[in-house]
């Protein structure tokens, strides 16, 4: 129950720092859901059903450059993998903002190939769910064969997002690396995903 209640407490200094929803969620690596329960929870005596779900916690690999870096090798491996096995080569990492921005730009050093973001959506009040975008600031994404990183997907909804515009625009998704996968899927959007951890939830 300690977990739960560290969790409760930092999701409240998160909100009353200013953060919303989605970026509390992504800033504690849960789903929105879990987000609104906690804070709900924090509110209310009575013990409420949580949902189901994991948070991860990868800040002794975040706080060292030397660990990232490595993380970045062992990214690399993996999609390496899948492009040599599909004979399709990588002009482009994309990076997931904000925590997949650090990692993306390690892989795309070690790739030799070119780097853009992706901002994910910021929620609103009242608002409905809007789709991401590109950095302008970064290299352009139409007609390029490329790898998207991120740090942990969640529910996938972010990475459907990132891969339509992709497509969308030109551009071929060719893998998905991420940290953690708490979805378990071996795809996203038919674009073959590789994690470091994946989690499974036996119930």
């Given at each position: ?9 930092k ?5 009353a ?5 989605r ?7 849960v ?5 609104t ?22 800040s ?15 990214m ?23 925590s997949?921005i ?7 050093d ?12 910021v ?12 950095s302008?600031?970064?290299?352009g ?27 969308s625009?030109?551009a071929?998704?060719v893998a ?9 899927s ?17 119930d």
């Amino acid at each position: 129950m300690k977990n739960i209640e560290n969790l409760i407490q930092k999701a409240l200094e998160l909100q009353a720092s200013g953060l919303v929803t989605r970026q509390i969620a992504d800033e504690l690596n849960v789903s929105r859901e879990t987000v609104t329960w906690l804070l709900t929870r924090a509110k209310k005596e009575e013990i409420s059903t949580a949902p189901k779900d994991i948070s991860v916690n990868w800040s002794s690999i975040g706080k060292s450059a030397y660990r990232m870096r490595h993380v970045g090798i062992a990214m690399c491996d993996m999609v390496l993998d899948t492009a040599e096995a599909t004979g399709k080569d990588i002009d482009l990492v994309v990076g997931v903002g904000l925590s997949g921005i650090p990692i993306a730009s390690l892989v795309a050093d070690e790739l030799d190939t070119e780097l853009s973001v992706y901002h994910a959506y910021v929620e609103h009040a009242g608002e409905a769910r809007q789709k991401g975008a590109f950095s302008r600031n970064f290299a352009g994404i139409k007609n390029k064969k490329c790898v998207i990183v991120d740090d942990v997907i969640t529910t996938g909804n972010t990475m459907n997002d990132v891969v339509a515009q992709l497509r969308s625009s030109g551009a071929k998704p060719v893998a998905i690396a991420v940290l953690v996968d708490k979805t378990g899927s071996d795809a996203i959007s038919e674009v073959p995903v590789h994690a470091l951890v994946r989690i499974v939830r036996v119930d």
